[in-house]
C-alpha cells in the first residue's frame, strides 16, 4: 500500500534511552518518547479503586480467571510526523480510518519477537491502535485483524524506509498482516493512566502486573491476555482522571 510502513521494530534495546526517540508505526533502533512508558506519571489514588472496582464486577458476572494465553494485541503507531530515509512514517487512527474500507496492511516490522507476534495473529483478534511518541500516549480505538501474516512487501523495496536487502523473496524474513478500524474507544485511554493501574497491580497481583507495555516497552507489537484486554477496555467506561 502507498503509505510509508507503520510500525516497524527493530530492536528492543533493553533501558537504553534516546532523547525523543520514535517508534511507532516504525520501532526500529528507537524506542517511546523519552521512554514513554517510565516518564508517564500516573495519577495519584486512582489505580486500586479501578482494580477493586472490576474484580467486583467480574465476580458478580461469574466469570473465571482466564488461561495465561494471548489473544488479543496492542499495536503502536506515530500521529504525528518524522521523517526516516526521506519518507514521513506518521501514520494516526485517522490516517487509517481514510484508507479504503478502513483496512491497511501493518507493515515495516523489523524485529523477530515482534515479527512472531505478528505470525501469531489470527483471523478476527481484536488490538488496541496505541499513539506513540506523541505529547500524551495512548489507547485511542480497537482494530481486528483481517488477514493473517503474509510477507511483508517493503521488505524488498529499494525505496522502503525498511528495505532489508538481506531478504530474500523465496525465503522472507519479514511478515505482515492485515488490520481494519473496528471502533474508537469510548474516550481516550492515556499510557499515565495504564501505568497507575500497572503500578498497583504490581503490588496486588491485578491483570496487569505483567502487562507488556511496561516489560518490554520497546515493541510495537504487543500481546495481550484476555484479562489484560478486558481490564484495559473497561477503562473506557470510568471517568477520566
Known amino acids: 500500500m502507498p503509505w510509508p510502513s507503520r510500525k516497524r521494530d527493530k530492536g528492543a534495546v533493553a533501558d537504553k534511552k534516546e532523547p525523543d526517540a520514535k517508534i511507532a508505526k516504525t520501532e526500529e533502533e528507537t524506542s517511546d518518547k523519552e521512554d514513554e512508558e517510565k516518564s508517564a506519571k500516573p495519577p495519584a489514588g486512582s489505580s486500586k479503586s479501578g482494580w477493586k472496582n472490576w474484580k467486583k464486577k467480574e465476580s458478580e458476572s461469574g466469570g473465571e480467571e482466564s488461561k495465561i494465553t494471548y489473544c488479543h494485541w496492542l499495536l503502536k503507531s506515530e500521529p504525528e510526523s518524522r521523517l526516516e530515509k526521506g519518507v514521513d512514517v506518521k501514520f494516526s487512527v485517522d490516517d487509517l480510518k481514510a484508507q479504503p474500507n478502513q483496512t491497511t496492511c501493518w507493515d515495516g516490522v523489523r524485529n523477530y519477537q515482534a515479527r512472531n507476534f505478528l505470525r501469531s495473529m489470527k483471523l478476527g483478534q481484536q488490538a488496541f491502535f496505541y499513539h506513540s511518541n506523541c505529547k500524551e500516549p495512548g489507547i485511542v480505538a480497537l482494530v481486528k485483524i483481517v ?95
Not at 169 to 174: A, D, I, R, Y
Not at 183 to 193: G, V
Not at 208 to 229: A, G, N, V, W, Y
Open 147 to 241: 488477514k493473517e501474516a503474509y510477507p511483508d512487501h517493503t521488505q524488498f523495496d529499494q525505496k522502503d524506509p525498511h528495505y532489508d536487502s538481506t531478504s530474500r523473496k523465496e525465503n522472507p524474513k519479514w511478515s505482515m498482516v492485515d488490520v481494519q478500524f473496528v471502533r474508537m474507544t469510548k474516550r481516550f485511554i492515556p499510557l499515565s493512566e495504564i501505568k497507575a493501574h500497572h503500578l498497583a497491580h504490581k503490588a496486588d497481583g491485578g491483570p496487569l502486573k505483567d502487562m507488556m507495555l511496561f516489560t518490554r516497552q520497546r515493541l510495537s507489537i504487543q500481546p495481550l491476555t484476555q484479562e489484560e484486554f478486558d481490564f484495559v477496555l473497561s477503562l473506557e467506561e470510568e471517568k477520566p482522571h
